[in-house]
Nanobody, 124 residues
Framework: QVQLVESGGGLVQAGGSLRLSCAASGRTFSSYVMGWFRQAPGKEREFVSAIRWSGGSTYYADSVKGRFTISRDNAKNTVYLQMNSLKPEDTAVYYC?????????????????WGQGTQVTVSS
């Protein structure tokens, strides 16, 4: 059973930084794509970033490109999202997701496994 557990959310002022973590267990994730999504109140869940576990290729939404960095630690089976220069519009619940696929996917419906989410609040 795949389990994804996010952590690292919190309250931060605009311009600040946070690092989210997603601890993955239950499978060997070498063939997986790991994604980060977010959902703000009253809005649909949206793609933020993704990484191929094997090879480490990455992809970002335009809204976070240059500010966020996704990475993974193979030894810890953990994926990270380093968020810098945070803006109030980054406020949302952030979710980690996993899909056993080689191609990076951006659609919410493409991912099979989800974490419980972690709240990120950016004050102005």
């Amino acid at each position: 059973q795949v389990q994804l557990v996010e952590s690292g959310g919190g309250l931060v002022q605009a311009g600040g930084s946070l690092r989210l973590s997603c601890a993955a267990s239950g499978r060997t994730f070498s063939s997986y794509v790991m994604g980060w999504f977010r959902q703000a109140p009253g809005k649909e869940r949206e793609f933020v970033s993704a990484i191929r576990w094997s090879g480490g290729s990455t992809y970002y939404a335009d809204s976070v490109k240059g500010r966020f960095t996704i990475s993974r630690d193979n030894a810890k089976n953990t994926v990270y999202l380093q968020m810098n220069s945070l803006k109030p519009e980054d406020t949302a619940v952030y979710y980690c997701a996993a899909k056993n696929v080689h191609t990076i996917m951006v659609a919410t419906t493409s991912y099979d496994y989800w974490g419980q989410g972690t709240q990120v609040t950016v004050s102005s």
